[in-house]
């Protein structure tokens, strides 16, 4: 049982949910996230009337996103998340995967290791960030440090849990072959627990996302998570709604997309 | 004590060795990290003076009803989602980019919606947690073993029947998962909208120490939200090994 519950998107990949659905159904499919689109768009429509001093309407939000995404100034911030959002991304992917690998195929450390990740994941990591602060100075390294604090954990744990329930033989074979671990890890362990590696990138993705937009909202001069706080704060609501409309619709679509190449991964390996 | 366990308390103890070693010898400035023996100190005194009591009042209280309302509407959502297929496969992809939206951004919303009190932050520690526990009762539901569902129909059982004595202890070891998530979600989002947002609580004290360089208050408090968070975790962690160990032998 996993420790982490983003991860059930992949659980339910399998089932009744089949992968050569029929034209008709997979039509279906579509009217039906339009139509749970269509009734979030009201909600948020009925929302506006309630309160329109902290939100914009619908429609208008999408014409102030298309103005901002024209604009200098929401480019310049845009970019700033990004090369931070970038950089931690990266960092968690690959520390992840190779702490993870190691954890998994050690398994006495891996059996040490498991609980503290587990506690690590479950702590309120923002309270942590000035010290963050303290470490790496107000700037770029911080942003960085605090997704990847976000987004490693996740990565280690699915791909150490997913080399801990592999098959042995394969392990086996790689030592009958007499592998290096670099080959092991290459040849061996990264292609069995593929499918894993991506559920856990795919949560990574999320959390590290988070964790830049948080670094951003607390003692930062740049990035979206600035513009959201900024908003706030001199009330700006209707660049406030549109950027974390964009964000969402940012966030949304990289899940969609991730947890689409997910189970296209695990229809081919079963 | 099994060997595992006594490693880890080796390699923890060993950490917290390592980092007090490294600011007693001035290699961690005292500007940037102060030795976790002193942050220990500094908490027991804070604690003996009463001074975070409000803060820990309200952060505590705050947290516990978000956890209550997430574990019961989350359970209720999840069992909805989940009798509607349809409507299961549209959410599929909401659920599993959920975590990644800020939504402490909000929090002006819920201001201007629920007034200027203790509930939009327990809306942002609610709508952190709730995800957690319907994802879990969707997990639960999906794997109660058909060959049990089966047993109901032969035995003739009523609908509510199955559900209380057939599908929630099938489903009891998901659940469970779940509600730990779901307090650690609790604790994450009204922290973090205390931190960034409100002006009270533990959250709230840890930024104002930050911003007045007390880094004493700031770092003792740190220490007790992480061992509070932590003592919680691991005691519904011991819990549930039991209880699934019960299982294993009935």
């Given at each position: 049982m996993s420790v982490i519950p983003e991860a059930s998107g992949s659980a339910y990949a399998g089932g009744h949910d089949t992968q050569r659905a029929a034209p008709r159904q997979s039509l279906q499919r579509l009217l039906d996230s339009f139509l749970l689109v269509a009734a979030l768009v009201v909600v948020w429509q009925l929302v506006y009337?309630?309160?329109?001093?902290?939100?914009?309407?619908?429609i208008e939000t999408v014409k102030t996103a298309i103005e901002l995404l024209s604009s200098d100034i929401f480019w310049g911030h845009a970019l700033a998340s990004g090369r931070a959002f970038?950089?931690?991304?990266?960092?968690?992917?690959?520390?992840?995967?190779?702490?993870?690998?190691?954890l998994g195929a050690h398994r006495f450390s891996g059996a040490v290791a498991a609980p503290i990740l587990t506690a690590l994941y479950t702590i309120p990591k923002v309270t942590l960030y000035p010290m963050v602060l303290l470490i790496f100075g107000l700037g770029i390294s911080a942003k960085v440090a605090f997704g990847v604090m976000h987004g490693i954990i996740p990565v280690v744990i699915f791909t150490m849990d997913a080399v801990r329930n592999m098959n042995p033989v394969l392990i086996k074979t790689a030592r009958v072959f007499k592998l290096s671990p670099t080959e092991t890890a290459f040849k061996i362990l990264i292609p069995a627990v593929?499918?894993?590696?991506?559920?856990?990138?795919?949560?990574?993705?999320?959390?590290?996302?988070?964790?830049?937009?948080i670094g951003e909202m607390f003692a930062s001069q740049q990035g979206l998570g600035f513009m959201i706080i900024n908003g706030m704060n001199v009330h700006n609501v209707r660049s406030l709604t549109a950027v974390v409309l964009l964000l969402v619709l940012f966030a949304v679509t990289s899940g969609t997309l991730l947890l689409a190449i997910e189970r296209r991964m695990q229809h081919t390996q079963r | 004590m099994k060997r595992v366990t006594l490693v880890r308390l080796c390699v923890i103890a060993g950490s917290v060795l390592a980092v007090e070693a490294l600011c007693r010898f001035g290699v961690i400035s005292r500007l940037t990290l102060l030795p976790p023996s002193e942050m220990a100190a500094y908490l027991v005194r804070l604690l003996v003076s009463g001074e975070i009591n409000q803060a820990m009042l309200q952060t505590f209280s705050n947290?516990?009803?978000?956890?209550?309302?997430?574990?019961?509407?989350?359970?209720?959502?999840?069992?909805?989602?989940?009798?509607?297929?349809?409507?299961?496969?549209?959410?599929?992809?909401?659920?599993?980019?959920?975590?990644?939206?800020?939504?402490?951004?909000?929090?002006?919303?819920?201001?201007?919606?629920?007034?200027?009190?203790?509930?939009?932050?327990?809306?942002?520690?609610?709508?952190?947690?709730?995800?957690?526990?319907?994802?879990?009762?969707?997990?639960?539901?999906?794997?109660?073993?058909?060959?049990?569902?089966?047993?109901?129909?032969?035995?003739?059982?009523?609908?509510?029947?199955?559900?209380?004595?057939?599908?929630?202890p099938a489903t009891g070891p998901y659940l469970f998962t779940g509600v730990k998530l779901a307090l650690a979600?609790?604790?994450?989002?009204?922290?973090?909208?205390?931190?960034?947002?409100?002006?009270?609580?533990?959250?709230?004290?840890?930024?104002?120490?930050?911003?007045?360089?007390?880094?004493?208050?700031?770092?003792?408090?740190?220490?007790?939200?992480?061992?509070?968070?932590?003592?919680?975790?691991?005691?519904?962690?011991?819990?549930?090994?039991?209880?699934?160990?019960?299982r294993g032998r009935g």
């Open positions: 009337w309630k309160s329109e001093v902290a939100i914009t309407g619908p970038g950089l931690s991304l990266i960092m968690s992917s690959v520390g992840g995967v190779a702490i993870g690998l190691a593929l499918p894993e590696i991506v559920t856990g990138l795919r949560v990574g993705f999320s959390l590290t996302l988070l964790g830049v937009v | 947290v516990a009803i978000a956890f209550v309302l997430a574990i019961v509407l989350g359970f209720v959502v999840g069992a909805v989602i989940h009798a509607i297929p349809r409507l299961r496969r549209a959410c599929d992809q909401f659920l599993a980019s959920y975590y990644s939206i800020p939504i402490f951004v909000f929090y002006p919303l819920f201001v201007s919606l629920l007034g200027l009190n203790r509930w939009p932050l327990i809306m942002i520690g609610f709508l952190f947690a709730i995800t957690a526990m319907v994802i879990a009762t969707l997990n639960g539901l999906d794997r109660v073993p058909p060959v049990l569902l089966k047993l109901a129909r032969v035995h003739r059982m009523s609908r509510s029947a199955e559900a209380l004595r057939i599908v929630l979600y609790s604790f994450i989002g009204i922290l973090a909208g205390e931190f960034i947002l409100s002006g009270g609580g533990l959250g709230y004290a840890i930024a104002y120490a930050y911003d007045a360089f007390d880094n004493r208050t700031m770092y003792a408090l740190m220490l007790f939200v992480l061992v509070v968070v932590t003592a919680i975790n691991s005691a519904l962690f011991i819990w549930e090994q039991r209880l699934l160990q019960r």
